[in-house]
């Protein structure tokens, strides 16, 4: 897992204490065991809304150099530009896309309705599988929020009041009537949950 592309959010209890790269968590982390707190200190994955545990231990710079990216590998310099030539002359007309011809089973009624579609087979065929995909790939994203929302809401907010309808509105994808369920809870918990689960969305906090 690369730590640099990821964003983090902590809390002391339920004060949101750091958001962003992993060495802040850490570093906000440190900060407020030292401090000792009240509550339990936890740094949440943004991407899945589950607790990560991290190393706190030593100087900054001994919690900052196992983050640090590699040094970029460079090979012996090149004196001149290499140049590709095409292994085919390249035809006039339109460039190909890539298309590719494969066998499929449809049942008669199936093919009737394809040949009546404007275009025909094929197109009728490629918007088909066009529109699957950006269905599946809304309700995937829609799958993951309610996921990495609920895992967050389950360790710092089980004991809210609120906690039981708030989770039935997240899978009800219903933003506004979570946010009227969570509206007691303390502000950084309620923002966050509400971010991590309809951070797409237009949500009332």
Not at 11 to 20: L, M
Not at 83 to 96: A, D, F, I, K, L
Not at 126 to 151: F, I, P, W
Request: hydrophobic share 40%; aromatic share 6%; glycine share 8%.
């Amino acid at each position: 897992m690369d730590h640099t592309l990821r964003t983090y959010t902590s809390f002391a209890g339920h004060r949101r204490i750091a958001a962003g790269p992993l060495l802040g968590n850490q570093l906000a982390v440190r900060r407020a065991l030292e401090s000792a707190v009240d509550g339990p200190v936890l740094v949440f994955d943004d991407a899945t809304g589950r607790v990560v545990d991290v190393d706190t231990r030593g100087s900054e710079a001994d919690i900052a150099a196992p983050l640090a990216p590699p040094e970029p590998v460079s090979d012996a310099p090149c004196t001149e530009a290499a140049s590709v030539e095409p292994t085919e002359p390249r035809g006039r007309g339109r460039p190909r896309l890539g298309v590719v011809a494969r066998e499929v089973t449809l049942l008669p009624r199936h093919w009737e309705w394809l040949a009546a579609q404007p275009g025909g087979a094929s197109v009728a065929l490629r918007k088909l599988v066009e529109e699957a995909r950006r269905t599946g790939s809304a309700k995937s994203r829609q799958r993951q929020a309610q996921e990495r929302a609920y895992h967050f809401m389950s360790a710092m907010a089980g004991d809210l009041p609120g906690f039981e309808e708030a989770t039935r509105a997240l899978f009800a994808n219903d933003g506004l009537r979570m946010s009227k369920f969570t509206a007691a809870w303390p502000t950084d918990v309620r923002e966050y949950a509400l971010r991590l689960a309809f951070k797409d969305d237009e949500v009332t906090l």
